[in-house]
């Protein structure tokens, strides 16, 4: 776990400690609920939240990591 937090976790955790939270209690009314932590899977692609990519957006990204691609290749030989 990271030793600071980022100004938007701190942002969240704040009212969640003063309506007292506590990490090995769900989160419900009744503390039901998941107690675990858990984690979000990286985004293999980084559009926006919400965008919906068209084909065209699709092929500037194949096009850049191929580029990419091709410029790493160069430079390990």
């Known amino acids: ?23 090995t209690k769900g989160l419900g009314k009744n503390n ?3 107690s675990e932590l858990f984690s979000l899977p990286k985004a293999k692609e980084k559009f926006g939240l ?4 068209m084909a065209f957006d699709w092929e ?6 191929k580029k990419k691609e091709t410029h790493d290749l160069r430079d390990a030989k």
């Open 60 to 65: 500037k990204v194949r096009a850049k990591k």
């Open 50 to 53: 919400g965008f919906k990519p």
């Open 32 to 34: 039901q609920g998941g």
């Open 1 to 23: 776990m990271d030793r600071y937090m980022s100004k938007t976790s701190l942002m969240i955790a704040k009212p969640m400690i003063k309506s007292g939270f506590q990490m």
